[in-house]
T-cell receptor, first 115, second 114 residues
Framework: ELKVEQNPLFLSMQEGKNYTIYCNYSTTSDRLYWYRQDPGKSLESLFVLLSNGAVKQEGRLMASLDTKARLSTLHITAAVHDLSATYFCAVDSEPDTGTASKLTFGTGTRLQVTL | NAGVMQNPRHLVRRRGQEARLRCSPMKGHSHVYWYRQLPEEGLKFMVYLQKENIIDESGMPKERFSAEFPKEGPSILRIQQVVRGDSAAYFC????????????FGQGTRLTVV
């Protein structure tokens, strides 16, 4: 059974600081997603990482994937209050199929950016 | 192009009643996935459907839960004889028919069992 673990589970950081969220998973996969969820809302897709060594950046967020280590990171640079949300990584459980398939989610990291 | 549409957004049911959750996929999408999110947890896969077929229901509880995706109309997640433990947010996602494409999530239905 695929397991996806995120850490930390909760992160309180000051504006302007940098930090990294880690996502480890237990079986081979070359397809990983990062989502943002605001309280009571749906999931907003942030990044899709499709191969080993993939790195994507959008604004103050940068995500990377190391399939050999089974590790993805979400790095936050110079945090601002608007980034406060819960961040989930999700791994494609059956990457060999020809169509999009079910995702296994991490437990989420609740990020709180304080002034 | 409207996104994935779920309704209702909020649903309150008494214990023992039935809950019906609807999901209309994005235009051109014929793959639908249902996920459940308990408070303070990540999403858990429940079922994957294509039109008129259940492809993978490995995450569905064995009793009281069923799902369908008819040829016409939305996908339905049905929960019979609801219990308090069914209270959760239920999200639907859809993806295109071919290739390894990303699934897009709806706004969710928040079910409260009282």
């Amino acid at each position: 059974e695929l397991k996806v673990e995120q850490n930390p589970l909760f992160l309180s950081m000051q504006e302007g600081k940098n930090y990294t969220i880690y996502c480890n998973y237990s079986t081979t996969s070359d397809r990983l997603y990062w989502y943002r969820q605001d309280p009571g809302k749906s999931l907003e897709s942030l990044f899709v990482l499709l191969s080993n060594g993939a790195v994507k950046q959008e604004g103050r967020l940068m995500a990377s994937l190391d399939t050999k280590a089974r590790l993805s990171t979400l790095h936050i640079t110079a945090a601002v209050h608007d980034l406060s949300a819960t961040y989930f990584c999700a791994v494609d459980s059956e990457p060999d199929t020809g169509t999009a398939s079910k995702l296994t989610f991490g437990t989420g990291t609740r990020l709180q950016v304080t002034l | 192009n409207a996104g994935v549409m779920q309704n209702p957004r909020h649903l309150v049911r008494r214990r023992g009643q039935e809950a019906r959750l609807r999901c209309s996929p994005m235009k051109g999408h014929s793959h639908v996935y249902w996920y459940r999110q308990l408070p303070e947890e990540g999403l858990k896969f429940m079922v994957y459907l294509q039109k008129e077929n259940i492809i993978d229901e490995s995450g569905m509880p064995k009793e009281r839960f069923s799902a369908e995706f008819p040829k016409e109309g939305p996908s339905i997640l049905r929960i019979q004889q609801v219990v308090r433990g069914d209270s959760a947010a239920y999200f639907c996602a859809s993806s295109q028919t071919w290739g390894r494409t990303e699934a897009f999530f709806g706004q969710g239905t928040r079910l409260t069992v009282v």
